[in-house]
Structures are given as structure tokens and as C-alpha cells.
T-cell receptor, first 114, second 111 residues
């Protein structure tokens, strides 16, 4: 099956700093990728749709200035958590659809803000 | 708005059969998928239903009734490794690959 690689798998950062998370489709092109956030024991909440070559589409309640998304190529989308605070600590995970029926997920990034 | 409901927890013994139900209410619908997620891991795809009926993949089967806005995942011959969270997810209209996930069902398989 298709492979989506997400990096880093975990990161600890200080409050007020920014963190960039990368999501790469390794063996297929993804014009669209999706970013989710998951708190412990909870569901995956869609944050935004990353569109190659255009602006991301954010879900209601997600601050676009805080969660910057860039999709500069057909194989790479990045999520930058700006001015991170402890409440941003979560599991962030990207996905890319393959033929739109099956989503391939990255390994996820566990962000801890101290 | 969009909402999906599934039981929060299910417990079963090895070798048994378990059914996890999912009802949904969405503004657009293209299909229903099921994903498995082990603690700390990424979700992995199990099945996809776009049309009414049963889809079988090995020990796992998934059913969809669009008229009832209802689906289920059936796991047979349960194994300890099946202990995980299971999520149903709706594909919105337009088939963009965008998924809206249910709250997840934690399945615990006991010896």
C-alpha cells in the first residue's frame, strides 16, 4: 500500500516556540492532505485540508494563524504550530487519500509543550 | 452538522465474534470507512462501504445501510491483537478523501 511518512514522531518544545511537522507521501502524489489532532482517548479531529499550490482550508474553530499549513509540492505538506502553549500538546497526524476511498496516515507526531 | 455515534467500549473473549455499530448524521455522504488504531499508533484502514451491503475482508466484515444511516464492523475469531480502538468515519460528499471520525470504540479482547 501507499506510504505516508511523518516527521518528527515526537517533539518537546518550550512554551512560545514554534514547531514544524512534515508529512510526505513517499510513493504517490497527493494534491490533498489532511491534518488531524487527537487528544488521549479521544477521536481524530480534522483540523484542516492542505491543498497543493493553494491555501489550506481550516475547520471551524481552528486558528489558521496558529496552525500554519504549507503544501508546496505534490508530496509534502507541513504543519507549523506557532507560539505553542501547553494546551497545544497533542498527537498530530496527517493523512493522504489514495483514490479517495482509503486514507493513508503518517505515524503521527506527539507534541509536548512545556 | 455532522455526528457519528458508536459505543465507547466493548469487551469480548478470544475466538468470539463482536459487532461494532455506527450511526451517522451528516450533511453529505459518500461512504463509510472503518479504521483500527492501537495505542500510540496511526490509524490503519480496515474497510470501506459506498453501497448498501456487506463487504468481507478476512476476519473483518463491514456493513452499510444508507437508508438507515447505519453501519457496523464485524470482527470474527477474535485474537488478543485485535484489542485496539475502532473508528467509523464518514466520507463527505464530493469524495475528496476528507473523513469525519466517530468517537471510537475501545475493544478489549480477553483470554
Amino acid at each position: 500500500g501507499a506510504v505516508v511518512s511523518q516527521h518528527p514522531s515526537w517533539v518537546i518544545c518550550k512554551s512560545g516556540t514554534s514547531v514544524k511537522i512534515e508529512c510526505r507521501s513517499l510513493d504517490f502524489q497527493a494534491t490533498t492532505m489532511f491534518w488531524y489532532r487527537q487528544f488521549p482517548k479521544q477521536s481524530l479531529m480534522l483540523m484542516a485540508t492542505s491543498n497543493e499550490g493553494s491555501k489550506a482550508t481550516y475547520e471551524q474553530g481552528v486558528e489558521k494563524d496558529k496552525f500554519l499549513i504549507n503544501h508546496a509540492s505534490l508530496t509534502l505538506s507541513t504543519l507549523t504550530v506557532t507560539s505553542a502553549h501547553p494546551e497545544d500538546s497533542s498527537f498530530y497526524i496527517c493523512s493522504a487519500p489514495n483514490q479517495n476511498t482509503e486514507a493513508f496516515f503518517g505515524q503521527g507526531t506527539r507534541l509536548t509543550v512545556v | 452538522g455532522q455526528s457519528l455515534e458508536q459505543p465507547s467500549e466493548v469487551t469480548a473473549v478470544e475466538g468470539a465474534i463482536v459487532q461494532i455499530n455506527c450511526t451517522y448524521q451528516t450533511s453529505g455522504f459518500y461512504g463509510l470507512s472503518w479504521y483500527q488504531q492501537h495505542d500510540g499508533g496511526a490509524p490503519t484502514f480496515l474497510s470501506y462501504n459506498a453501497l448498501d451491503g456487506l463487504e468481507e475482508t478476512g476476519r473483518f466484515s463491514s456493513f452499510l445501510s444508507r437508508s438507515d444511516s447505519y453501519g457496523y464492523l464485524l470482527l470474527q475469531e477474535l485474537q488478543m491483537k485485535d484489542s485496539a480502538s475502532y473508528f467509523c468515519a464518514v466520507h463527505g460528499s464530493g469524495n475528496t478523501g476528507k473523513l469525519i471520525f466517530g468517537q471510537g470504540t475501545t475493544l478489549q479482547v480477553k483470554p
